[in-house]
């Protein structure tokens, strides 16, 4: 967490304005953990919370690197974050701070990827980084073809058309209707994050 914290700090101090949104899957995976025990809106919700469990550390994380952060979340929750409304989000983005998006969309059904996507369109976001355990989309999952080839750049219409699990498909979705760009990077090296938001190629540029 100290490294990624520490490349988000450099893009701050680049002056770029910085949204994150985490999942919550280290805790809970609503689909996967709740499948067959639990009614699938509890599991979502038990999932959200899980996003804002995670806001709140890497929120002091930042904090004790000098950053300064906030936490909003998608549902009333005051003693945890501040309730997320567009207008606080860009306050805070142009005063400077790295605004954690808590809790999803705030709805059941939606994946943190929608999530993502969604406050990106609502706070104007030039592009979308999408850190993942992998280092771009490829034609495969390279753990099971040897073959897959990795893209340098795609477009929504071919990971729809593809069904190449970027991100799921409303996600993907309302990132084409939105024009948003989305470049997939491994997470592996936190530096990519810097790397990325630099230009530089370190995956795969999804976009219309």
Known sequence: MGAVCGAIKQCVELGVEVGVVIGGGNFWRGVKNGEGCIERTRADRMGMLATVMNCLAVADALEQAGVPARVMTAAEMPAFGE????ERAMK?????KVV???????????????????????????????????????????????GAVKYDEITYDEVLA????????????LAMDCHLPVYVFALKDPNNILRAVAGENVGTLVRG
């Open 83 to 86: 309730h997320y409304t567009h």
């Open 162 to 173: 593809k069904r190449l699990g970027v991100m799921d498909l409303t996600a993907t979705s």
């Open 100 to 146: 954690l998006f808590g809790g999803g969309t705030g709805h059941p059904f939606f994946s943190t990827d929608t999530g993502a996507v969604l406050r990106a369109a609502e706070i104007g976001a030039d592009v979308i980084l999408l850190a993942k355990n992998i280092d771009g989309v490829y034609s495969a999952d390279p753990a099971k073809d040897a």
């Open 92 to 96: 805070h983005l142009e005063s400077g």
